[in-house]
C-alpha cells in the first residue's frame, strides 16, 4: 500500500510538472510596470529614439508628415536636479535637422540650439516646484493596466489606460504653478478646463524593463482643438468666419513611439567648449519662434 502511495504521489508530482500547474503565479502587471518604471526612474543615463506621425484633414484635404527625435540624458546626481541632454530632431518631409544641448541645474537651465549652422543659447528659470515635478505626483489609477498578447516578438506587453479624470487631475495639479508660466488670458481658459478622452499606452518590456512605448493620442488632441475653435467660431463676426467653420470638421492624428536603450551605459555628456564659445544669446523672434 505504501508503495503504491509512492508511485501515485510521484505520477502526481511529474503531471503538475508537465501540465505547468507547479509553476509560480505571473506577478500582476501593475506590479510589473510600476518597477519597470522605478528602474528607469531611478537610470542616471539613456538613449531614447522618438517618431511622431502627426496628420489633419480639413474639409477632405490631408497631410501628414513624420518627425524623427533621437536624444540621449545623463544625470549628475540621484535627484534628477542635475543633467546633460542633447538632441537631434528631424523633420524628413521638411528635410530639417536640429541639434540642441540642455544643460540644467536645480530650476535653472540652458539650452544650445543649432539654428542655420550657428549656435544660439537661452537662459531659462523655472519656479522650483515645476523644476521639481515628479510623474508620480500625479496619482495616475494603475487599475486600468493589463497584459496583452504582445505583436512584437520576444517583448511582453502592458496596457494602460490614462482616463480623462487622471489628464485632468494632473492639470488641476499644475494650475498652481503656472501663473508665473503663462498668460493670464491661457490661465483663466484653464480655470474650468476638463477632458472627457482618455488615450492609451502600450508599454514592450524585456526582462521586466521598459523598451518600448506607443501611444495614439489622436483623440485627445481632437477635443483638446475642439473647444478653443467652437469658441472662435461662436466670438468671430469678421470674413474668416467661414474659415473658422471649416476647421471646426478637422480631424488631427498623433501618434507616437519611444524606444529607449542603452539604459545606464551612456558616458557623461559634455557641451562642446566651440558651441558654448561660439553661440550668441537668442533675439526674441527666435525665442517665440522656439514657443
Not at 104 to 131: F, I, Q
Request: with cysteine; aromatic share 8%.
Amino acid at each position: 500500500m505504501k508503495k503504491s502511495l509512492k508511485y501515485l504521489g510521484m505520477f502526481l508530482l511529474t503531471v503538475l510538472i508537465i501540465t505547468g500547474c507547479g509553476k509560480k503565479e505571473e506577478r500582476k502587471a501593475e506590479d510589473v510596470l510600476k518597477e519597470a518604471e522605478g528602474k528607469l526612474d531611478a537610470a542616471n543615463s539613456y538613449k531614447v529614439d522618438v517618431k511622431v506621425n502627426m496628420g489633419m484633414n480639413v474639409s477632405g484635404i490631408s497631410a501628414n508628415y513624420d518627425m524623427d527625435m533621437n536624444y540621449d540624458v545623463y544625470y549628475n546626481d540621484k535627484d534628477n536636479k542635475d543633467f546633460v541632454s542633447h538632441y537631434i530632431v528631424k523633420v524628413p518631409i521638411a528635410n530639417t535637422e536640429e541639434e540642441i544641448y540642455i544643460e540644467r541645474n536645480g530650476n535653472k537651465s540652458t539650452s544650445y540650439t543649432k539654428n542655420d549652422g550657428k549656435w544660439v543659447y537661452e537662459n531659462e528659470e523655472v519656479l522650483e516646484e515645476l523644476a521639481d515635478l515628479n510623474i508620480n505626483q500625479f496619482n495616475f489609477d494603475y487599475s486600468s493596466v493589463r497584459y496583452e498578447e504582445s505583436d512584437k516578438e520576444g517583448y511582453k506587453k502592458i496596457v494602460a489606460t490614462i482616463t480623462s479624470d487622471d489628464i485632468n487631475k494632473m492639470i488641476e495639479t499644475l494650475k498652481p504653478l503656472l501663473g508665473e508660466s503663462i498668460s493670464d488670458e491661457d490661465l483663466n481658459q484653464l480655470k474650468d478646463f476638463k477632458l472627457d478622452t482618455d488615450f492609451i499606452i502600450n508599454y514592450y518590456l524585456k526582462n521586466d524593463e521598459i523598451e518600448i512605448m506607443e501611444m495614439d493620442m489622436s483623440d485627445l488632441m481632437n477635443e483638446l482643438l475642439s473647444k478653443p475653435l467652437q469658441d472662435a467660431i461662436a466670438s468671430n463676426d469678421n470674413d474668416n468666419s467661414l474659415e473658422l467653420e471649416s476647421l471646426k470638421n478637422m480631424k488631427m492624428t498623433f501618434k507616437l513611439s519611444a524606444t529607449i536603450k542603452d539604459v545606464n551605459k551612456l558616458d557623461k555628456i559634455t557641451i562642446p567648449e566651440e558651441v558654448k564659445k561660439n553661440a550668441t544669446k537668442m533675439t526674441e523672434d527666435e525665442v517665440e519662434a522656439k514657443i
